[in-house]
């Protein structure tokens, strides 16, 4: 079965800092890879995905992720963080002979200093 | 508009009771799921429903039972054999194949 490690669990960064949120999973076959984000308060949203192609993903919001295959990783990152990134953020797996599930990491606490 | 819909928000239950968190979606989504999160666990899954009137366990089902009789409605019950109740809950659903998961609002369920 695939695990997914996110190893920082708390992150505190002032504003106009840049950001990368590690996420590395154990699964050898072919993937598909998916960041969520809670912010304080609402449901957990899609920021970005990657299935195939360019494994440089842009998503919502600035941030963007690379999928490096050698590294089992797919890092989050965004150049310059704004107080209202404040959230939790949910790196997660599909393998591809898994159908749709997903398996989550543990999530990482990001908070943003004005 | 489309989404999923939890109920109730929050939920407050006394040791040794039963309790029913609520979960539709409007989305003619196939798949249904339950998690729960706790602080630093990170979603650990409970249960899931891929179609009507099947579901499978997850890694935490004990103390859990679900039921899905209907395509947009996948209830889950907490009973009195879950030892560790109080949690957030999150209920999502998904197409068949890889597209990820919609998710609802979430219970949060307090043992007293």
């Known amino acids: 079965a695939q695990s997914v490690s996110q190893h920082n669990h708390h992150v505190i960064l002032s504003e106009a800092a840049s950001l990368e949120l590690g996420c590395n999973y154990s699964?050898?076959?072919?993937?598909?890879l998916f960041w969520y984000v809670q912010y304080p308060g609402q449901h957990l949203q899609l920021l970005l995905k990657?299935?195939?192609?360019?494994?440089l993903v842009k998503g919502i919001k600035g941030f963007e992720a690379e999928f490096i295959k050698s590294k089992f990783s797919f890092n989050l990152r965004k150049p310059s963080v704004q107080w209202s990134d404040t959230a939790e953020y949910f790196c997660?797996?599909?393998?591809?002979?898994?159908?749709?599930?997903?398996?989550f990491g543990g999530g990482t606490r990001l908070m943003v200093k004005p | 508009d489309g989404g999923i819909t939890q109920s109730p928000k929050y939920l407050f239950r006394k040791e040794g009771q039963n309790v029913t968190l609520s979960c539709e979606q409007n989305?003619?989504?196939?798949?249904m799921y339950w998690y729960r999160q706790d602080p630093g666990q990170g979603l650990r899954l409970i249960y899931y429903?891929?179609?009507?009137?099947?579901?499978q366990k997850g890694d935490i089902a004990e103390g859990y039972s679900v039921s899905r009789e209907k395509k947009e409605s996948f209830p889950l019950t907490v009973t009195s054999a879950q030892k560790n109740p109080t949690a957030f809950y999150l209920c999502?659903?998904?197409?068949?194949?890889?597209?990820?998961?919609?998710f609802g609002s979430g219970t949060r369920l307090t043992v007293v």
């Open positions: 990657y299935f195939s192609g360019d494994p």
């Open positions: 699964y050898g076959g072919t993937v598909n």
């Open positions: 997660a797996v599909n393998a591809r002979n898994a159908g749709n599930m997903l398996t």
């Open positions: 429903s891929q179609i009507v009137n099947d579901f």
């Open positions: 999502a659903s998904s197409i068949k194949g890889p597209g990820g998961y919609t």
């Open positions: 989305l003619n989504h196939d798949a």
